[in-house]
Structure formats: structure tokens, C-alpha cells
Nanobody, 126 residues
Framework: QVQLVESGGGLVQAGGSLRLSCTAP????????MAWFRQAPGKEREFVAG????????AYVDSVKGRFTISRDNAKNTFYLQMNSLKPEDTAVYYC???????????????????WGQGTQVTVSS
């Protein structure tokens, strides 16, 4: 069983920034596609950003393009979600997710990700 550990959530004012981190103790992440999802109260979980196993391809939901950046540091076995210009509508629990897919593809469907973190709360005040 793979355990994903997230950190970096919190409370921030609109326009502020946060950086989420995700690592998997005891598991090398360098070849696997990974993604961030979020779930706001009363809403379905949605894909936010993904990065391919190769690290050369990224994808974002339209609402965060130009504000969020997903990246990975294979030397630290960690991947990140840098969130800038945060808006109140970004408020949600954010989850990192690990796929068994390697290579250059990214998948927006949560069914491709068998491993999930516990979630970290991001709250953006207006």
C-alpha cells in the first residue's frame, strides 16, 4: 500500500499564495503520473492539475491556468502545487494522487489514480 503525505494547506487572503507538497515515504515517485484534485463542500471532486511520469507534460483545469503550477522534484521524491493569486472559489480540500502510469500521458479521471493522500484544507478568505 502506498501512503501519500500532503502538507502546505492553510488559510490565506484572496490574492495570496500557498504551496502544497506531496511525498510518498518508501516509494519512488519519479516515473509515475501524479495529479492534484480538490473537493469543495457540496461539490464533486475535480481534477486541478497533473504532471506526467516523464515530467515533460502538465495539464490544468481552465479555472487555475496561469495561477497554479504543478512540478516535481525527483531528487526529493516530492511533487508540488504552487498556487498564486488565490480566489475564494479555490477553497477546498486538496488531494494528491498517484497513478501507476508512466510516460508522457496525463489523466484527468480520478479512476486512473489508485493512491490518494489524506487531503489538506485550503481556505481563501475574501
Amino acid at each position: 500500500q502506498v501512503q501519500l503525505v500532503e502538507s502546505g494547506g492553510g488559510l490565506v487572503q484572496a490574492g495570496g499564495s500557498l504551496r502544497l507538497s506531496c511525498t510518498a515515504p518508501g516509494r519512488t515517485l519519479s516515473r509515475n503520473a501524479m495529479a492534484w484534485f480538490r473537493q469543495a463542500p457540496g461539490k464533486e471532486r475535480e481534477f486541478v492539475a497533473g504532471i506526467s511520469g516523464s515530467g515533460f507534460t502538465t495539464a490544468y483545469v481552465d479555472s487555475v491556468k496561469g495561477r497554479f503550477t504543478i512540478s516535481r522534484d525527483n531528487a526529493k521524491n516530492t511533487f508540488y502545487l504552487q498556487m498564486n493569486s488565490l480566489k475564494p472559489e479555490d477553497t477546498a480540500v486538496y488531494y494528491c494522487a498517484l497513478s501507476e502510469i508512466v510516460g508522457s500521458n496525463i489523466y484527468r479521471d480520478s479512476n486512473w489514480y489508485p493512491y490518494w493522500g489524506q487531503g489538506t484544507q485550503v481556505t481563501v478568505s475574501s
